[in-house]
């Protein structure tokens, strides 16, 4: 009597949280819906604008197209290509910046304090100074190749690490090396469980910073000097006027750069679930 | 007397570095350390640059860049503050509505629509401006948004309880606390729109810093190519110099905090 009873809770239970998760998906699709409506009547009021008249078609594509040509584009294996020769970059240059200033980061603001006061001003000159006008002196001394666009990317990306690793070394608080001192930590353990998770909010922020630039830059020296990459894409499909290529490019790089901006957000949120969030933005 | 000689020695540190920087740069071309072709010594770069200011070419391309940036800058703040208060404060609801809209349209890179600018407004000064305008006023529009919604509901209802009229509420509460983080806003923006600018202006354009370093890639002339990029980024400083003091003196009630 007892096993039998127990079987119908169970059953009841059971079908009870399989309805409970149906509601929520629908509640979830539903939200999902509702928080994008806005970009859903957008795109409906772009679809219908062009093709009433009330802004020249040749300008401004529909969507339907748009997606058509983007489908095309990924189906002859374009697009993937562009995108790899773009990504290549941008991750080369700024994995190489903070391989860089990272360390140098860590030495100038741990151990060579007077150097780093000196070598500051120095650092937020060169950090001040605009990449493009820099490209054509790259150009120069590194030919128009791959070199000279993963250096400004390098370029790019550099300073904002390198300075916010040195705000953030030199920003731990005394407090916590002292007393981690005084429980007889010392070395590589204080290095690593004290130091390093104090400046990494500050290192992570700089990391961020420079992705945003640096993507922003790569689409722009691809449009100045390449020969493939979706700045490269937009470009040729400017100069060639395929109005609705030039479209799906734009919309391919807005998409990667809220992607990796999507995954600089988990990625802090995974090492730093520790720190409380600030107010977001 | 101490004292004094111990800020000495701190402003002396403070400026060595730059000091140092300079020499290297110039005796590095000069015995051949760097190719003198490709990286000039400073001398002969601020002999460029005193030539462009002689003949007064500097004044005009730096006039030209600026007008630019300002007309653009100004344009977006004048649309997105309104627009942001408006959202922030009067359809809060809508403006969580349109937020994802916001956002993609903030992340669409300018540089992808200088092409469509060009198309619609041909190559004069609309399309650089409206380069500008376009990367501008999100970074505003969004940090009004933010701004207006994270004011101390605690100020408004005790200024509400001392019996303060909207517009009193508006122009007394809301928007001084809201008005530090729009700075931030428009701050972040101005530094991304000069950046804009300049490649907008290496691009297409027929005056401007920006037009002033691609001639000189173009002609080879290298010193007066780090002139114009020495020239950039004292502009650059200088913009955001300004609104920090613009900052500080719209802001004399905030207490100042320490800037990284």
């Known amino acids: 009597m007892e096993t039998v009873l127990r079987k119908i809770v169970e059953k009841k239970i059971g079908s009870h949280t399989e309805k409970d998760k149906v509601g929520v998906l629908l509640k979830k699709i539903a939200a999902v819906f509702y928080d994008s409506l806005s970009i859903i009547i957008f795109i409906g009021i772009w679809e219908i604008a062009p093709r009433v008249g009330w802004v020249p078609q040749t300008f401004i594509s529909p969507p339907t197209i748009i997606v058509s040509t983007l489908w095309d584009l990924i189906v002859s294996g374009v697009l993937v290509k562009h995108i790899g020769v773009s990504l290549g970059r941008a991750i080369l240059g700024f994995v190489c910046a903070a391989v860089i200033a990272i360390p140098l980061g860590f030495f100038l603001g741990g151990w060579f304090r007077l150097f780093e006061r000196i070598i500051t001003p120095v650092l937020r000159l060169l950090g001040e100074v605009n990449p493009f006008s820099l490209f054509p002196i790259f150009i120069l001394l590194f030919g128009i190749g791959e070199v000279s666009k993963i250096l400004m990317i390098f370029w790019v990306c550099l300073w904002p690490i390198l300075l916010n690793t040195i705000t953030g070394i030199k920003n731990v608080d005394e407090l916590l090396i002292k007393s981690a001192r005084s429980m007889g930590v010392g070395g590589k353990e204080l290095f690593f469980k004290v130091i390093l998770p104090a400046a990494s909010p500050n290192i992570f922020h700089g990391l961020k910073t420079s992705s945003d630039i640096a993507f922003f830059m790569l689409i722009a020296a691809e449009m100045i000097g390449a020969s493939s990459g979706l700045g490269w894409l937009i470009w040729n499909a400017q100069n060639n006027y395929q109005i609705p290529i030039l479209f799906a490019a734009t919309i391919t790089i807005s998409a990667l750069g809220l992607f990796m901006n999507y995954l600089f957000v988990r990625l802090e949120h995974k090492f730093m679930s520790w720190k409380e969030s600030p107010a977001e933005y | ?260």
């Not at chain 2, 020499?23 to 072709?37: K, N, T």
């Not at chain 2, 809508?94 to 809209?101: A, H, M, T, W, Y």
């Not at chain 2, 407004?121 to 940090?143: C, D, N």
């Not at chain 2, 691609?214 to 190519?225: G, I, K, T």
């Open chain 2, 1 to 260: 007397m101490k004292d004094h000689l111990n800020s000495l020695v701190d402003k002396f540190i403070d400026v060595s570095g730059i000091f140092i920087f300079f020499l290297l740069w110039e005796i590095a071309p000069r015995i051949g350390v760097v190719d003198g072709q490709f990286i000039p010594p400073l001398s002969q770069v601020l002999l460029a640059a005193g030539k462009l200011a002689a003949d007064g070419s500097l004044f005009i391309h730096i006039a030209a860049s600026l007008q630019r940036t300002f007309i653009g800058l100004v344009l977006a703040i004048v649309i997105a503050v309104p627009a942001g208060f408006i959202l922030g404060g009067v359809f809060p609801r809508l403006s969580k509505q349109l937020r994802p809209l916001l956002r993609v349209f903030g992340q669409i890179n300018a540089f992808s629509l200088f092409p469509i600018f060009i198309l619609f407004f041909g190559i004069g000064e609309v399309a650089k401006v409206s380069i500008i305008f376009w990367s501008t006023i999100w970074p505003v529009l969004f940090t009004t948004i933010v701004g207006v919604q994270h004011v101390d509901p605690l100020y408004i209802k005790s200024a509400r309880s001392i019996g303060a009229d909207k517009f009193t509420i508006f122009s007394k509460v809301i928007l001084p606390g809201a008005a530090p983080v729009i700075f931030t806003g428009i701050r972040s923006g101005a530094s991304l729109a000069f950046l804009m600018l300049i490649a907008a202006e290496m691009i297409g354009a027929s005056a401007g810093l920006g037009w002033l370093v691609q001639n000189s890639a173009v002609n080879n002339m290298m010193p007066r190519l780090f002139a114009a990029t020495i020239m950039i980024a004292l502009l650059g400083v200088s913009i955001n110099y300004l609104l920090y003091l613009l900052e500080d003196n719209l802001l004399e009630w905030k207490q100042s905090s320490g800037r990284g």
